[in-house]
């Protein structure tokens, strides 16, 4: 079974080109120091002081910023910040997600009625402002605190999708013949259940990181995060706090947002290609 779905993955169009997207922004982040032709925040060399917003040129591919940092090193650098922060966030929104989706759909009961009534909260809260308000209490420096405000406001929607498919898992018949059979709780649940719902998790783990990446993005540009961390979200910042797109420095601005918007689609690939992996009508559409 795992080998035939791995080939229905491989041959799927979607999916090949979403893992050439992320495969290609992983090996950027992995070999920065090799692909980076500076530090991302030195501003001279042998040669002396960078120029100050300088435009493209053999020296520097996107220019300098008012500092006199490299554009395209903090590019290739600021991949490694933006992508572990997404993937980092995807996964531990994703465990929220499951746990709170699959106790609650499993043990029901009055347990079952607290934790839907929880996530309704967050539901009907609007994602963005929560996100911003809670980080702009945040004093604490560093990427951890952006990761800990998004896996804690982006869990909801997952785990209210994974409740409804371990709702009607549990009322099959061999979740029944297994209870009989005296299976304990925990085994039904990693043995019987959770096998059934892996697509739906890859789903919400890839839909999370994409959402993780764009409010990183999101913050940073609003100067909400730790702007002394090089990441895209910051770039976009800097340039807008210089006026980059006043003076026409689209070398500034504009990378980081097709990275940022390049990286989302091919997440949002691999998601499509899941699904129609997962469903047979999809795939034979």
Known sequence: MLRNTMRLFLDNKKAFAGLLILIFFVLVALFAPVIAPYGPTQNRDENGRFPLRAKISKDHWLGTTQSGYDIFSQLVYGTRTSLFIGLVTGLLTTFIALTVGMLSGYLGGVLDEIISFVVNIFLVLPTLVLIIVIASYITVEGILPIVLVLALTGW?????????????????????????????????????????????????????????????????FLGLGDLTVISWGTLLYWAQNSAALLLGAWWWFLPPGLCIGLLGTGLALLNFAIDEISNPKLRKR
Not at 190 to 216: C, D, H, K, W, Y
């Open 156 to 220: 909801a929607w997952g785990a209210r999708i994974i409740r409804a498919q371990v709702l009607s898992i549990r009322e099959r018949e061999y979740i029944y013949a297994s209870e009989v059979l005296g299976e304990r709780p925990i085994s039904i649940v990693f043995r019987e259940i959770l096998p059934n719902i892996v697509p739906l998790v890859m789903a919400t783990f890839l839909s999370s990181t994409i959402s993780a990446v764009l409010g990183e993005a999101s913050l940073s």
